[in-house]
């Protein structure tokens, strides 16, 4: 009885030629597949339109052996009635299991919609191990981060907003003494030039400080700040800033107490002497009439400076904010009860830049301190 190799034996070139023509031919609809299957409303579909073509494949392969006499023609009906049985059974499997992709497809999609509409809370919810559950997981993460940037934008804008109104109020006030001030004098009408003239160059003063103060905190924030280092005595730093505001607080009837021990540290004395005036200012303004405002070196361990004083200390609403940018305990903005709301959050920004810490000391009155490595 001849065999199917007796025809391929037989046949050889035609044999050659039909097994390169059904290469050619399943290359082509792979292809043809790959461009038409994307066009589709579904996944299913798509798995449907593949098992549709791998089952018209076999057919024709069938058929192509019944020719060249491999698969005896008796057989080929048959082996076609089998195949279509087959694609019956895969269809029925395939629009089974794809089920979960359908739907983790379609949660891809709201959820994608969601997140357009503004929604950050929105997760997809899918577990897979797939590519499906790996784009799932990338987009959960890219919601997260999206609110993270989203609450960082909001939390810059309402700064920037507070930074344009302080500064705008903060400019007014002295912009506008100094503009009477000129016109009383150009008019002729100030009473006593000198004392005019005493006032607007306060005023003068304020405006560069706050100018001076914007730019070093802008420096400060922006990594922008450059700090020659060398061997600093905290206790000289204290005793300097003590006499530079020594008549400030005398107007006040303030008395200055300093009192500790030396601590070298490693750093600018500039920079740290502002930070003492900073402390120092903010709590004579705050301290009553007629009390001590004390300042404390301790060079045991890491070197601490503390400023205290017995005023009414701070609002307990006011602590953990005390070290932002404009934060100020007294929400008028009034020159005569506080500064610009930058002191506090250009020493935290100094102190932090020579790797210590700054904080507010849970105790009666006010009470600030700030330590420094001694390396």
């Given at each position: 009885?001849?065999?199917?190799?007796?025809?391929?034996?037989?046949?050889?070139?035609?044999?050659?030629?039909?097994?390169?023509?059904?290469?050619?031919?399943?290359?082509?609809?792979?292809?043809?597949?790959?461009?038409?299957?994307?066009?589709?409303?579904?996944?299913?579909?798509?798995?449907?339109?593949?098992?549709?073509?791998?089952?018209?494949?076999?057919?024709?392969?069938?058929?192509?052996?019944?020719?060249?006499?491999?698969?005896?023609?008796?057989?080929?009906?048959?082996?076609?009635?089998?195949?279509?049985?087959?694609?019956?059974?895969?269809?029925?499997?395939?629009?089974?299991?794809?089920?979960?992709?359908?739907?983790?497809?379609?949660?891809?999609?709201?959820?994608v919609a969601a997140i357009e509409g503004g929604d950050r809370d929105v997760r997809t919810g899918i577990d897979r191990r797939d590519e499906l559950?790996?784009?799932?997981?990338?987009?959960?993460?890219?919601?997260?981060?999206?609110?993270?940037?989203?609450?960082?934008?909001?939390?810059?804008?309402?700064?920037?907003?507070?930074?344009?109104?302080?500064?705008?109020?903060?400019?007014?006030?002295?912009?506008?003494?100094?503009?009477?001030?000129?016109?009383?004098?150009?008019?002729?009408?100030?009473?006593?030039?000198?004392?005019?003239?005493?006032?607007?160059?306060?005023?003068?003063?304020?405006?560069?400080?706050?100018?001076?103060?914007?730019?070093?905190?802008?420096?400060?924030?922006?990594?922008?700040?450059?700090?020659?280092?060398?061997?600093?005595?905290?206790?000289?730093?204290?005793?300097?800033?003590?006499?530079?505001?020594?008549?400030?607080?005398?107007?006040?009837?303030?008395?200055?107490?300093?009192?500790?021990?030396?601590?070298?540290?490693?750093?600018?004395?500039?920079?740290?002497?502002?930070?003492?005036?900073?402390?120092?200012?903010?709590?004579?303004?705050?301290?009553?009439?007629?009390?001590?405002?004390?300042?404390?070196?301790?060079?045991?361990?890491?070197?601490?400076?503390?400023?205290?004083?017995?005023?009414?200390?701070?609002?307990?609403?006011?602590?953990?904010?005390?070290?932002?940018?404009?934060?100020?305990?007294?929400?008028?903005?009034?020159?005569?009860?506080?500064?610009?709301?930058?002191?506090?959050?250009?020493?935290?920004?100094?102190?932090?830049?020579?790797?210590?810490?700054?904080?507010i000391e849970p105790a009666p009155g006010g009470r600030v301190a700030f330590e420094l490595p001694h390396t």
């Open positions: 009885m001849a065999t199917g190799f007796d025809a391929i034996d037989a046949h050889p070139v035609e044999t050659i030629a039909s097994a390169l023509a059904v290469l050619l031919l399943t290359a082509g609809i792979g292809l043809a597949l790959r461009s038409a299957t994307v066009r589709l409303w579904s996944l299913r579909a798509q798995l449907l339109a593949i098992s549709l073509a791998g089952t018209l494949m076999g057919a024709l392969v069938a058929w192509l052996l019944a020719t060249a006499m491999i698969l005896e023609e008796s057989q080929l009906v048959p082996t076609l009635a089998v195949l279509g049985v087959t694609f019956v059974l895969a269809a029925v499997v395939v629009t089974i299991a794809s089920a979960s992709l359908g739907a983790a497809a379609h949660r891809l999609a709201e959820t559950g790996r784009v799932a997981d990338a987009l959960d993460q890219l919601t997260v981060r999206l609110a993270t940037l989203e609450a960082e934008r909001g939390r810059l804008d309402a700064e920037r907003a507070t930074m344009l109104s302080s500064i705008s109020h903060d400019l007014r006030s002295p912009l506008a003494a100094l503009s009477a001030a000129i016109e009383a004098m150009m008019d002729g009408v100030a009473p006593d030039p000198d004392r005019y003239l005493r006032s607007m160059r306060a005023d003068v003063d304020a405006l560069t400080s706050l100018v001076e103060d914007v730019f070093l905190l802008a420096s400060i924030q922006g990594g922008r700040l450059d700090l020659d280092r060398g061997s600093v005595d905290l206790l000289e730093c204290c005793d300097e800033a003590v006499e530079a505001l020594r008549p400030t607080a005398a107007a006040r009837g303030i008395d200055l107490a300093l009192r500790g021990s030396r601590a070298t540290v490693p750093g600018n004395a500039r920079a740290l002497g502002r930070v003492v005036r900073n402390l120092l200012d903010n709590a004579i303004r705050h301290a009553p009439e007629g009390s001590v405002v004390e300042i404390s070196v301790d060079g045991v361990g890491t070197a601490r400076v503390t400023v205290s004083d017995t005023g009414a200390g701070f609002p307990d609403d006011f602590v953990d904010r005390a070290f932002d940018v404009w934060a100020r305990a007294d929400g008028s903005r009034n020159r005569s009860t506080g500064g610009s709301g930058l002191g506090l959050a250009i020493a935290h920004g100094l102190v932090d830049a020579h790797g210590g810490r700054i904080w």
